[in-house]
């Protein structure tokens, strides 16, 4: 384990222009205010957003450029404030901490992060499935138990269920003792049957169907939406009357509000990165992030990993093959 800490220079890659490759360059290692760790990074996690990022098509990120990217990382403390108590040199640690509101991301050698920002990392397992970990989880946590308030014995249908999000989605509401059903393709049927979930062919069922074939046309006591656009307005049809909550991560555009209101149901939003941008409720996603590290101690949850990892040199790589979106989970970036 190198913990080394002497050097004031790291490695990192910098985004100068949207839509153009990364830039190495060497930087000023970050040093932790007195509430703050330095982390070694070990990995970096990708997600959609980054990509999206990269591209100029996030202006809720509030990104400016130059930028180093990426939002989530697993890594070893290696130095912390002085108001610091809850962690020490040589701490494992995940989290979602940077890449977003003017924050330093993650495809960097180090990182500083708020110590209630973060939590201990699992035990039993690898820096590469913690750092794919964080925003997924903590939005399909925010979905389910935030918002919906997840109950034991409720029908939840989760839109895109072998997604990033999706899958973290399912498997939390099966740990929380509901009934789940999942959106997906034909072709991941097993997947979502793996997680103990009831599978719903999208491609070949409608809404109608589906309600009433599951739900016996009463709808679904709690749906999460993954997906947005016309996904959303079906979930609007598919949830119970009067006690039925829609959440969505996407809920952007413009959607007809009428078939939720005439059920007299609930809808809400999802906005994760909303800690970051406002300094407000990190320690809710430290807490949040703990609740996960309990789930994958016990072996309650599992994240799906690409079947390559990449270097930070091949960080385009990634990025490219993220973007072609026949990814078979989540894509991981080593660091050191």
Sequence with gaps: MNLNVNTTKM??????????????????????????????????????????????????????????????????????????????????????????????????????????????????????????IPLIFITAWEALVDQINIQKDQTVLIHGGTGGVGHMAVQIAVAKGAKVYATASSGNMKK?????????????????????????GAGFDAIVDTVGGSVLDDSFQAVKKYTGHVVSILGWGTHNLAPLSFRNAKYSGVFTLYPLLAGERKKHHGDILKEAAQLLETGKIKVQLHHQTYSLEQTEMAYNILETGKTTGKIVINIS
């Excluded at 701490?91 to 201990?120: C, K, R």
């Excluded at 997680?195 to 739900?215: F, K, R």
């Design 192 to 216: 979502i049957e793996a997680y103990h979930a009831q599978p719903i062919d999208y491609t070949n069922s409608s809404v109608v169907q589906y309600v009433d074939q599951y739900t016996s």
């Design 11 to 132: 490695k990192a890659l910098v985004l100068e222009q949207f839509e153009k490759p990364f830039v190495t360059k060497e930087m000023d290692k970050p040093i932790p205010k007195d509430h703050e760790v330095l982390i070694q990074i070990k990995a970096s996690g990708l997600n959609p957003l980054d990509l999206k990022i990269k591209n100029g098509q996030a202006s809720h990120a509030q990104v400016t450029l130059p930028a180093v990217l990426g939002i989530d990382m697993s890594g070893i403390v290696v130095q912390t404030g002085k108001d610091v108590k809850n962690f020490k040199k040589g701490d494992e640690v995940f989290g979602m901490v940077g890449g977003v509101g003017g924050h330093q991301g993650t495809l960097a050698e180090y990182i500083t992060a708020d110590s209630e920002h973060i939590s201990l990392k699992p035990k039993n397992i690898s820096f590469q499935e913690a750092a794919a």
